[in-house]
């Protein structure tokens, strides 16, 4: 073992430097920007224009995660996934609002989407979440019924993502609190989009949650 891990030495999950001893998965330089930033509701409260929501938390910066972020979603490094799924977990817990949410929503890919990337990455990512915290997950809510293209800037972020999400089934939600979920928020088009559909349930609560915010 000894042997091993002189050849093969663990490395920051984040900047890939070798870990220090004592440092797990994260070396001590990155953990400065954990979490992202304390204003992150502020700034997206003008934002997210559809719903009125409870509380929204970001985690990280893309710009610290993208390359963990990258080899997960498009790598199918499911277990690099899972691993920030616990991070961020470890972070929820410390919001006093996430006792008070009655279930996780991951944000769906279209099936077309999810079949050449084999997995949707918010619904990984979302039961990690609800395993640590014990929270159930919801994944049958609402569809993508339109494979939009790449959002590559945000000027037609909003164009790509109209009408693309329809309620699927009927779930009970009436004055139930949800935490809606994905893996990076950039100007919100998404989030607009899909909670959209949730308007018409009887006293929803939403709050947001999102593993890194690339804006």
Known sequence: MFLFDILFPKRCLFCGEVLAKGEKNICLNCYKYFPYK?????EYRYKITEVAFEHLDIFLDYAHCKTPIHKFKYGGYISMGRLLGELWAEHLKEKEWIESVDCIVPIPLHRNKLYERGFNQSEVLGRVLSKKLGIPIVTNLIERKVNNPPQITAENRWENVRDVFVLKKKVDLKDKHIMVIDDVITTSATTN?????LRGI??????????SSNY
């Open 38 to 42: 304390a204003n992150a509701e502020d």
């Open 202 to 211: 009887k006293g929803l609560k939403i709050s947001f949650a999102y593993l």
């Open 193 to 197: 989009y899909f909670v959209k559909t």
